[in-house]
């Protein structure tokens, strides 16, 4: 996240530690769930995706699994969001003290994570 690309974001981090008594620096670490997994290699992820367009009367479809650490268990939680946008609602899946793992809205967008472990990582 960065205060270019995602000050709204960066904004939501600062609410949930200041809610919820615990540093920022923890919070927004909490954002980058991915990269955890980058220098936690042990941890081998396993997630898939799908997503099929609205058509002929049937609506949009996405759909993932995302293999979470255990301690994750029991924290997931799915969020109506109503009215975002006039006209606009979106169902996001997310856990305690993040802002958001995956979801879809009532135009059809959906957003799904997969981590490419194969690929080199950059710290920067």
Same mark, same amino acid.
């Given at each position: 996240?960065?205060?270019?690309?995602?000050?709204?974001?960066?904004?939501?981090?600062?609410?949930?530690?200041?809610?919820?008594?615990?540093?920022?620096?923890? $919070?927004?670490? %909490?954002?980058?769930?991915?990269?955890?997994?980058?220098?936690?290699?042990?941890?081998?992820?396993?997630?898939?995706?799908?997503?099929?367009?609205?058509? +002929?009367?049937?609506?949009?479809?996405?759909?993932?699994?995302?293999?979470?650490?255990?301690?994750? +268990?029991?924290?997931?939680?799915?969020?109506? $969001?109503?009215? %975002?946008?006039?006209?606009?609602?979106?169902?996001?899946?997310?856990?305690?003290?993040? $802002?958001?793992?995956?979801?879809?809205?009532?135009?059809?967008?959906?957003?799904?994570?997969?981590?490419?472990?194969?690929?080199? &990582? &950059?710290? +920067?």
């Amino acid at each position: 996240m960065s205060e270019r690309w995602t000050p709204d974001r960066l904004e939501e981090s600062k609410g949930i530690a200041e809610g919820s008594g615990l540093s920022y620096r923890a $919070i927004l670490a %909490a954002q980058f769930m991915d990269e955890e997994w980058w220098f936690q290699r042990q941890y081998r992820n396993h997630c898939s995706s799908f997503g099929v367009a609205a058509r +002929d009367g049937h609506p949009a479809l996405v759909g993932q699994t995302m293999d979470l650490p255990n301690w994750m +268990d029991g924290f997931q939680t799915l969020l109506l $969001i109503r009215g %975002a946008r006039p006209g606009l609602d979106a169902y996001v899946v997310t856990a305690a003290g993040m $802002i958001a793992l995956t979801g879809m809205n009532s135009r059809g967008l959906g957003v799904s994570v997969n981590t490419l472990m194969q690929l080199n &990582s &950059s710290a +920067d």
